[in-house]
Nanobody, 120 residues
């Protein structure tokens, strides 16, 4: 069993920044792809960013150039640095872990979610 705990969400003005953290524990996820999906009110959950165990990164077109995903293996933690935030980024952000090669949106392991609200 893998446990994922997110933190770092909050309220920020448009153009501002937030840094989300996701700490993993339990079964090792060293070879899992990890990242973030988000869900806005009235919308389906969508992919945001992912990082493979090799370090390769992937981003949704809507966040490319603004968000950066990284990881700290010593802390078994994945981070999402979100810059130039827009009101459209408002959503609950969920950390996820998936076997490498499986789309993150289909991950078996999910965090509890953290709210990100961007005001205009």
């Amino acid at each position: 069993q893998v446990q994922l705990v997110e933190s770092g969400g909050g309220l920020v003005q448009a153009g501002g920044s937030l840094r989300l953290s996701c700490a993993a524990s339990g079964r090792t996820v060293s070879r899992y792809a990890m990242g973030w999906c988000r869900q806005a009110p009235g919308k389906e959950r969508e992919f945001v960013a992912a990082i493979r165990w090799t370090g390769s990164t992937y981003y949704a077109d809507s966040v490319r150039g603004r968000f950066t995903i990284s990881r700290d293996n010593a802390k078994n933690t994945v981070y999402l640095q979100m810059n130039s935030l827009k009101p459209e980024d408002t959503a609950v952000y969920y950390c996820a872990a998936a076997i490498d090669g499986v789309p993150l949106i289909q991950a078996n392991y999910w965090g509890q979610g953290t709210q990100v609200t961007v005001s205009s």
